[in-house]
């Protein structure tokens, strides 16, 4: 029996040095092989250029709108002192208008008082924000003073939130 198996033992050795070892494939490329993933890539840079130009000049066309959000807000802090309350109010009628002047173009904004003000505001809008107690703000802003000063701490917080919401609202014509 010993002879049997030293046969076996003598071919499965040989059987094992003969064997060469495992080879590895090449990494996969991750560069496309066809035309068409280039096509693609170029497309999609296109469309991510386009996208980033078109976001870049959102940005900064709105920045007259962020820096009267900033000046509104401030004036809304001041509304609660009642010896500050008519200024911080007749500020938020001429925020609108320095607001109005930033994006159409002066000969059409301009000139606007009263009830044209306010049909331009609610147009501009969709009527976001300009309700009767703050057109009759708008309206007395300017000629009587003794209105503001009479507002309620409420009332005055109403019209600084209707002020913000045209600002944040309007559209501009392109």
């Given at each position: 029996?010993?002879?049997?198996?030293?046969?076996?033992?003598l071919t499965?050795?040989?059987?094992?040095?003969?064997?060469?070892?495992?080879v590895?494939?090449?990494?996969?490329?991750?560069?496309?092989?066809?035309?068409?993933?280039?096509?693609?890539?170029?497309?999609?840079?296109?469309a991510?250029?386009?996208?980033?130009?078109?976001?870049?000049?959102?940005?900064?066309?709105?920045?007259?709108?962020?820096?009267?959000?900033?000046?509104?807000?401030?004036?809304?802090?001041?509304?609660?002192?009642?010896?500050?309350?008519?200024?911080?109010l007749?500020?938020?009628?001429?925020?609108?208008?320095?607001?109005?002047?930033s994006?159409?173009?002066?000969?059409?904004?301009?000139?606007?008082?009263?009830?044209?003000?306010?049909?331009?505001?609610?147009?501009q809008?969709?009527?976001?924000?300009?309700?009767?107690?703050?057109?009759?703000?708008?309206?007395d802003?300017?000629?009587?003073?003794?209105?503001?000063?009479?507002?309620?701490?409420?009332?005055?917080?109403?019209?600084?939130?209707?002020?913000?919401?045209?600002?944040?609202?309007?559209r501009?014509?392109?």
């Open positions: 029996m010993t002879g049997n198996t030293g046969v076996v033992q499965s050795h040989d059987a094992l040095t003969g064997l060469a070892d495992i590895m494939p090449k990494p996969v490329s991750w560069v496309p092989q066809t035309w068409g993933w280039w096509v693609l890539a170029g497309v999609l840079f296109v991510a250029l386009g996208l980033g130009i078109y976001l870049a000049r959102r940005f900064t066309a709105n920045r007259y709108r962020r820096e009267a959000l900033k000046v509104c807000a401030a004036l809304d802090a001041r509304l609660d002192r009642e010896d500050q309350r008519a200024t911080a007749a500020g938020l009628a001429v925020l609108l208008k320095r607001t109005a002047l994006a159409w173009p002066r000969a059409e904004v301009a000139s606007l008082f009263g009830h044209a003000w306010i049909d331009f505001l609610r147009r809008s969709g009527h976001a924000g300009i309700d009767e107690r703050m057109a009759r703000l708008l309206d802003a300017e000629y009587r003073p003794e209105v503001l000063a009479s507002l309620s701490p409420q009332d005055a917080h109403a019209c600084a939130r209707a002020v913000r919401l045209w600002i944040e609202s309007h501009v014509p392109t």
